[in-house]
C-alpha cells in the first residue's frame, strides 16, 4: 500500500480557512448573547473579567478542533486500511469491534470519573447549574462533544499503530524471506509508524490540555460572582483531572513504544546477527545504523522526551495554577 503524504493537511491555506472555521463557529455559539450588556446588573457571569479568558481559551480549542479533526480522520482511515491488507479483508469486522470497544472504554471512564467528582464536590455542582448560564453550559458540552469527536479517531490511531506494527513483527519471523523481500519494506513501514505515532500522541496531549486550562478559567469566573466557590471546588479538581488524562496517554502509548522498539530489534538481529566474532566490527557499525535508523535503543533520554508529551495535560494544570491563590 502506497503511503499518504499527511502533510498537505498542515500547509498555511488548510490551517488558515479550518482555523477562520473554527472562529466562526464559537461566534455563532455565543452570538445570542453579543454584544454583552453590564450596564444595570447584567449577567455576573458574562460581566466577570475572566469571561474573555474562556472565550480566548474556547476559540483556540475551536480552531484546534477544525484544524486537526481532517488530519485525524484521514491518518485513521489510512492505518485502519493498512491494517485490514495485512490481516484480510475477513478481519474488517473484528478490527471494527476492537475500535468500539475502545470507544466504549473511553466514553465508561470518562463517565465515570466526572461522576465520581460530582459525588465528590455535590455543592460545586449545584453551584454550576445556578451561576453559569443554561447557554454557557449548553455550549460547554457542545465543546466537550467536539472535542472527543476530533480526540476519538487520534486514540484509534494510536491503537491501530499497535495493531499494524503487531502484524508486521510477524512478518520478520520468516528470516529467509524477510532477508530476501521484505526487509526493507518493513524497515520503511516501522520508521512510518514510529512517526505516525508521535504525531498522534502530540496532537492528543495538545487537545486534552486545553481542558484543565478552560476548567479553572471558568473556577476563576464563579469565584469572582461568589468566593465560597473556591472552598467547594478547590484546585485539586483540576489537578486531579489532568492526572487522569496524563495517565490515559501514558497506558495507551508506552505499551505502543515498546511494540515499536522490540519489532526494530528483532529487524536488526535478523539482518545483522552477532553470531560470529569474525567481523564483528563491521557487524556492530551495521547494528548501530540499524539501531539510529530504527529507533530501537529504549534508553531514560528517549523516554523522558516522549513522556513530557504524555505529561503535557498535568503540566498545563499545574503552571496555571500557579497563579491561583485561593
Known sequence: MKPVDFSRFFNPLYVLIAGLLGVGIILFLFSSYFPLSCQGGGTPFFCAPGFFVVFFLMT??????????????G????LFKRYVAKKGNHYRSSAI?????VAILLV???????GSLTQIYPEAQSQWNR????????????NSASLFLVFLPYIFGMFLVYLVVRESSLSIQDTTEFKNNLSFVVIDDLRTYRKMLQVLLVVCGVLLSMIPLIVVAIRSILITI????GAIFPVTYVIFQGLSFTLLLLFIYFPIYLELAVAGQNVRDILCPLDSVD??????????ALDGLLQTEINFATNLKSGILTLSPLISSLLVLLGIKT
Open 97 to 101: 469491534i476492537q475500535l468500539l470497544v
Open 226 to 229: 461568589d468566593p465560597t466557590f
Open 279 to 288: 567481523n564483528l566490527k563491521n557487524t556492530l557499525e551495521k547494528r548501530k
Open 108 to 114: 465508561g471512564s470518562t463517565v465515570l470519573v466526572q
Open 60 to 73: 483556540i480549542l475551536w480552531c484546534m478542533i477544525t484544524i486537526l479533526f481532517i488530519p485525524g480522520l
Open 131 to 142: 451561576d453559569v448560564p443554561a447557554g454557557v453550559q449548553r455550549i460547554i458540552n457542545i
Open 75 to 78: 491518518m485513521f482511515i489510512w
